[in-house]
């Protein structure tokens, strides 16, 4: 299933479970980690078997941000993914999802800290989960830093524009049920519970016809930042040819005949 040292994949029916897998240091970003982040979201948007990932993170924290130090490549733990670095120098701004949006839906299961790199790569998943004593930020002025995983174009556009500059120029932390007030995730769940939602989240994404899902996730996307009107006329070309499959015809034999569908992507 791939991975790395810093980045364990897991395969949970059709959804990809992609885990942080750096706990001692509060799953910080390293190279490995990185490199396995971006061969994940590409072996799931390759495999059309895969119809959702859920990215969390191991020993009870989602990420801390970047480790500078492993991204220099200090030491062997980074030291063997150098060239994937050099071949490609955006590598790591794909595997934050600042660079690179994967087709299928992302679900984000939060457990403590999701702060600074974190918030950041949050910002690229579209369904956001949190056990209730996570805390979320962008620390960064706070250290003379600046938010540069996309924060200061996203975050805006995702949350009030109030809420968004207060969280950027304070860089002070926010408790999961004051994030979920404002915006930045959907849900709040008991501690430990964060994966096993977004889970079940999946599995309702992954019995729905994933042309579809892929389709509407896009037009989402694209239509953004259009006029209304730009907008609507998107909306019909991306979606009136989800009309014409047999993914869409079983959908509603399936109703009519009072079943589960069976979806072939077709």
């Known amino acids: ?23 001692e240091a509060k799953n910080a970003l390293s190279l490995p980690m990185l490199v396995g982040l971006y061969d994940g979201w590409v072996s799931a948007d390759e495999d059309d078997g895969i119809r959702s990932i859920v990215l969390t993170g191991a020993g009870g924290t989602f990420c801390a941000g970047m480790d500078l130090k492993a991204l ?21 701004w794909k595997a ?68 968004a500059l207060e969280m950027l120029l304070t860089g002070r932390p926010y408790p999961a049920p004051e994030a979920a007030r404002i915006g930045l995730i959907g849900h709040v769940v008991p501690d430990g519970g964060a994966l ?33 009107t730009d907008g609507l006329k998107a909306e019909l070309a991306r979606g009136w040819p989800v009309f014409d499959t047999a993914d869409a015809k079983e959908g509603s034999r399936a109703f009519a005949e009072k079943r589960p569908p069976v979806y072939r992507r077709a």
């Open 1 to 23: 299933m791939g991975g790395t040292e810093h980045l364990t994949v897991e395969r949970v029916g059709a959804t990809l479970v992609l885990t942080l897998n750096r706990p």
């Open 72 to 92: 220099a490549g200090d030491g062997m733990a980074g030291e063997q993914y150098r060239d994937r670095l050099r071949a490609d120098p955006d590598l790591h």
């Open 96 to 163: 934050m999802l600042r660079h690179h949006r994967p087709r299928k839906p992302v679900i984000a299961a939060v457990e403590g800290h999701c702060v600074a790199g974190g918030t950041e790569i949050l910002q690229g998943t579209d369904i956001r989960v949190a056990g209730e004593s996570a805390t979320f930020g962008l620390f960064e002025v706070r250290r003379g830093l600046f938010p540069i995983g996309g924060s200061t174009v996203r975050l805006a556009r995702q949350i009030p524009r109030t809420h």
């Open 196 to 228: 096993g939602k977004a889970l079940e989240i999946a599995e309702q994404i992954n019995g729905c016809g994933p042309l579809a899902v892929e389709a509407v996730k896009a037009s989402v996307y694209e239509t953004a930042e259009m006029t209304e």
